[in-house]
């Protein structure tokens, strides 16, 4: 069984930063595709950010150039930074995990998901 905890959500002026954590446990960690998905109310959860087990990255149009997704394996942690935030940004932030090769924002495909962690800028 798979455990995701994200951590570091919260509220920040547009422009600013903010790093998220996702802490993975009970599998193979490097076995892994990772994502992060973000879901504003009303609206489809969507995926913006994703790394596959081979360490290749995928972004979506809406955050790249400012969000960066990588993972430190000693720590089983996936992170996500994310610079130049905008109003728009705001969203509860998913990070998901599941083998999903050639497909990092197929949302079905991930068999994980963590609890969610809220961002909100203004």
């Known amino acids: 069984h798979v455990q995701l905890v994200e951590s570091g959500g919260g509220s920040v002026q547009a422009g600013g930063s903010l790093r998220l954590s996702c802490t993975a446990s009970g599998y193979a960690y490097a076995a892994y595709d990772f994502a992060w998905f973000h879901q504003a109310p009303g609206k489809e959860r969507e995926g913006i950010a994703a790394?596959?087990?081979?360490?290749?990255?995928s972004y979506a149009d809406s955050v790249k150039g400012r969000f960066t997704i990588s993972t430190d394996n000693a720590k089983n942690t996936v992170y996500l930074q994310m610079n130049t935030l905008k109003p728009e940004d705001t969203a509860m932030y998913y990070c998901?995990?599941?083998?999903?090769?050639?497909?990092?924002?197929?949302?079905?495909?991930?068999?994980?998901w963590g609890q969610g962690t809220q961002v909100t800028v203004s």
């Open positions: 790394i596959e087990s081979t360490g290749s990255t």
């Open positions: 998901a995990a599941g083998r999903v090769p050639g497909a990092p924002f197929w949302r079905s495909g991930y068999s994980y």
